[in-house]
């Protein structure tokens, strides 16, 4: 059964601070794996997109990694603004048949301050 | 092109009622996926359905729930005699029938059950 962990569940930073937010899974059979933003009492906005065969994707300040071998991928984002703030979800698409079912983490909170 | 919609946004049931949630997915996107999310959870996968087929429904529960997507019209995830439990976000994905796996998720519904 896939597993995925993020962490950490809660961060606060400066305005202008780089940071790392970090996600692991305990499959690495995965086919893609995507990073969300969620605001509170909103939907899920899709950040990037990593497929099984990438190591990494690029969107403005946000940069996402993937080591399968090792069951990690990791969200940067470059040069932090209050506007930042919110809650981050790491999903791994599993590789079985059919359909596109992703298993989710519990999200890590984050809230960059002015 | 309007994204994913979900409605209604709230929804007030009292146990033992009956709650239908209904997404229509983006323009152009045959497959749909009913997530759950509960109060400091993760997101759950419920079920993903095609047009009039329910491909995985794995995640739902055995009883009570239930969801279609017919020929015409909105997929509705339907809740009967709905429990406290029951009470969470809902939260509905499309993604075209070509897609790379990434989902477009629709902003929740928010079922509370008193």
């Known amino acids: 059964k896939q597993e995925v962990t993020q962490i950490p569940a809660a961060l606060s930073v400066p305005e202008g601070e780089n940071l790392v937010l970090n996600c692991s899974f305990t499959?690495?059979?995965?086919?893609?794996l995507q990073w969300f933003r969620q605001d509170p009492g909103k939907g899920l906005t899709s950040l990037l997109l990593?497929?099984?065969s990438q190591r990494e994707q690029t969107s403005g300040r946000l940069n996402a990694s993937l080591d399968k071998s090792s069951g990690r991928s990791t969200l940067y984002i470059a040069a932090s603004q209050p506007g930042d703030s919110a809650t981050y979800l790491c999903?791994?698409?599993?590789?079985w048949g059919s359909g596109y079912a992703l298993n989710f983490g519990k999200g890590t909170s984050l809230l960059v301050t002015p | 092109n309007a994204g994913v919609m979900q409605n209604p946004r709230h929804l007030v049931r009292r146990r033992g009622q009956e709650a239908r949630l209904r997404c229509s997915p983006m323009?152009?996107?045959?497959?749909v996926y009913w997530y759950r999310q509960l109060p400091e959870e993760g997101l759950k996968f419920m079920v993903y359905?095609?047009?009039?087929?329910?491909?995985?429904e794995s995640g739902m529960p055995k009883e009570r729930f239930s969801a279609e997507f017919p020929k015409e019209g909105p997929s509705i995830l339907r809740i009967q005699q709905v429990v406290r439990g029951d009470s969470a976000a809902y939260f509905c994905?499309?993604?075209?029938?070509?897609?790379?796996?990434?989902?477009?998720f629709g902003e929740g519904s928010r079922l509370t059950v008193l």
């Open positions: 990593i497929q099984s």
């Open positions: 994905a499309s993604s075209p029938p070509w897609s790379t796996g990434e989902l477009f």
């Open positions: 499959d690495s059979a995965i086919y893609n």
């Open positions: 999903a791994v698409k599993r590789t």
């Open positions: 359905l095609q047009k009039e087929n329910i491909i995985d």
């Open positions: 323009k152009g996107h045959s497959h």
